[in-house]
């Protein structure tokens, strides 16, 4: 009824003061107009001429490009560093994602109880994520740096050799993942918090009536009721796995010999340092399909939840 | 019995979590020592060292931090009044009575949740060379202004806007964007507050684009300068590296330690709403 009256309002024009000059859909696409503009320009179109560009060879010089048809995508799949980062990319989410999630949610766990301290706490768990990328990777560089930084230091009292933790291609991926982990665990911590604020006491109660024990009533009842936010959580953890580019660029270059090379660090090596843009639009269209996937599926899931981009 | 085991829980429970906050704090903690002692205490971890500020005043000289900090404050600031300004109005004429077309431009603006600008930098890159807007501080803010997560968190929330108010203040004479002033930006202020501080943080730390766009050291946000000084400029003096840090991070930390509550209540309605 209310929306009835909404549209023969604005149509007819006989309830509408006469300051209304224009009709409804047209300011409608006059308010909308500002946004669309920066959206077509700086979202759509991008998007749309990186697919494009994945079929043409980049120009060099005067020369014009030349097309490639599915040829740059051969060269994609022949390309070993395009695996390596893949594997690495998967390897960082197969790592970070569940080591995130689980400590989230003891950390959730414990300040969501009576413990003592637990503002603190929170405070500790929290805080990581509000420091810029390149400001934790600069901390923790220093703490892999061999023989003088801080995790071999306290290794030598105990005897342990010099580490170049970073500079070793066979623990360089598993330390930056460590600083990933320390940073976001505590972001997805706020997800359980809310979650387990929204349990109601009567559930815990009834379970602790029927004789069950903490640990009982933790996997009967409070995991089952925390797996919508787990599952929330997860996707998103999963795509900003894929995002990750600033902690390669600050801490290891991508280094040593490809092994911390992940998919958007690739990207960007590939159209800035080697300057192959159209190949570069290759690997981004794979990247974007296979995110839009990841994304398609969270909407799916999870519909009016979105994050921060 | 059970109350036995169950206190013996308890006790081994916040003995875990003390130890996990601490494992947790010790980084920062750790750059906060070496930041305000002298060098030779980089590792050197005794009570009485003397405290210094020398180090933040070498940082300072060592780099045009000045710069960076207003860089980043500029940029940071432009970027959420323009949010504000263009989402609101995107926002509001999708959440009005459907019109022709109002469902593709709602997936339109769906596809930029999906597709992160970071995989865009080669095609944004190209744009703003076109633009003439390569290394300025505009260049870096353009791609993020139609943020669809604005709009779409303000298209929910009028959309929860009682009818009948917007019924009266047109009966009262009221135009479309005094009804969008008058009424639904006032009662959308709490969503407002929680995305700037979403906005603001996410721009304070943004860093690939910033990065591919600024070549000149006068136009470099702070993520941007850190990296370069901590990179090139310093070689290995960690102290000076972890005042910089410190300081580079120090506004939205002392944002959030004293308004903690409004900085996670937001962060949690961006990811839920």
Same mark, same amino acid.
């Given at each position: ?69 599915? !040829? *740059?995508? #051969?060269?994609?799949? /022949?390309?070993?560093? +395009? @695996? ?5 990319? %998967? ?115 009834? !379970? *602790?009536? #029927?004789?069950?024990? /903490?640990?009982?009533? +933790? @996997? ?5 009721? %925390? ?83 | ?273």
């Amino acid at each position: 009824m209310a929306g009835a009256h909404r549209q023969s309002g604005s149509v007819a024009g006989g309830t509408a003061p006469p300051a209304h000059r224009l009709a409804a859909p047209m300011q409608n696409w006059l308010m909308l107009l500002p946004a669309l503009l920066f959206l077509v320009v700086f979202t759509i179109a991008p998007t749309i001429v990186t697919i494009i560009d994945s079929f043409w060879f980049t120009p060099h010089g005067a020369k014009a490009a030349t097309f490639a048809g599915m !040829a *740059q995508y #051969e060269a994609l799949l /022949a390309d070993p560093i +395009f @695996w390596q980062a893949l594997r690495n990319n %998967l390897l960082y989410a197969a790592v970070t994602v569940p080591v995130s999630i689980i400590l989230a949610l003891a950390m959730a766990l414990w300040t969501n109880g009576r413990i003592k301290g637990r503002a603190f706490m929170r405070l500790a768990f929290f805080l990581p994520t509000m420091l810029p990328m390149i400001g934790a990777a600069n901390i923790w560089i220093y703490f892999y740096t061999a023989d003088y930084g801080l995790i071999d230091q306290i290794g030598h009292l105990f005897g342990a050799g010099s580490h170049n933790w970073l500079g070793n291609p066979h623990t360089a991926l598993g330390a930056l993942m460590v600083v990933a982990i320390w940073k976001e665990a505590g972001f997805f911590m706020v997800f359980y918090l809310a979650a387990l604020q929204q349990i109601p006491p009567s559930l815990i109660e009834a !379970a *602790q009536l #029927e004789g069950a024990n /903490a640990w009982q009533t +933790f @996997w009967r009842v409070t995991l089952p009721l %925390l797996m919508p936010t787990t599952l929330f959580v997860g996707v998103n953890a999963l795509i900003n796995s894929f995002r990750v580019v600033d902690q390669v660029i600050s801490m290891t270059g991508g280094g040593p010999d490809n092994a911390t090379s992940l998919l958007i660090f690739y990207v960007y090596q590939t159209a800035f340092s080697f300057w192959d843009t159209y190949y570069g639009a290759t690997i981004s269209t794979v990247l974007l399909l296979g995110l839009g996937l990841l994304s398609f599926l969270q909407f799916a899931l999870f519909g009016r939840r979105v994050h921060y981009r | 019995m059970s109350g036995k085991s169950n206190a013996f829980g308890t006790v081994l429970a916040t003995l875990g979590g003390w130890l996990m906050a601490r494992a947790w704090l010790l980084p920062m903690a750790y750059a906060v020592w070496a930041a305000v002692h002298p060098a030779a205490y980089v590792a050197k971890f005794e009570l009485m060292a003397p405290l210094t500020l020398q180090n933040f005043a070498k940082a300072f000289a060592a780099a045009p931090f000045a710069t960076y900090f207003l860089n980043t404050c500029i940029l940071v600031s432009g970027i959420l009044v323009m949010q504000f300004g263009i989402c609101t109005l995107g926002a509001f004429a999708l959440a009005r009575a459907p019109f022709r077309g109002q469902g593709l431009i709602f997936s339109l603006v769906m596809v930029q949740l999906m597709v992160t600008p970071d995989i865009l930098i080669v095609e944004n890159y190209r744009t703003l060379s076109q633009l003439g807007l390569v290394n300025t501080l505009t260049g870096i803010g353009l791609p993020y202004i139609a943020s669809a997560f604005g709009i779409f968190l303000l298209r929910q929330t009028f959309r929860s806007v009682p009818k009948e108010l917007e019924d009266a203040a047109r009966m009262e004479g009221a135009s479309p964007l005094q009804i969008l002033w008058r009424v639904y930006v006032p009662l959308a202020k709490p969503v407002y507050a929680a995305w700037g501080l979403v906005s603001v943080s996410f721009h304070w730390n943004n860093f690939l684009w910033p990065l591919i766009v600024t070549s000149s050291v006068n136009k470099r946000p702070l993520t941007v300068g850190l990296q370069v000084f901590a990179s090139v400029d310093q070689g290995i003096d960690w102290s000076i590296i972890s005042a910089a840090t410190l300081m580079s991070s120090a506004p939205l930390l002392i944002g959030f330690l004293l308004f903690q509550r409004q900085f996670v209540q937001s962060f949690m309605r961006a990811g839920i709403k």
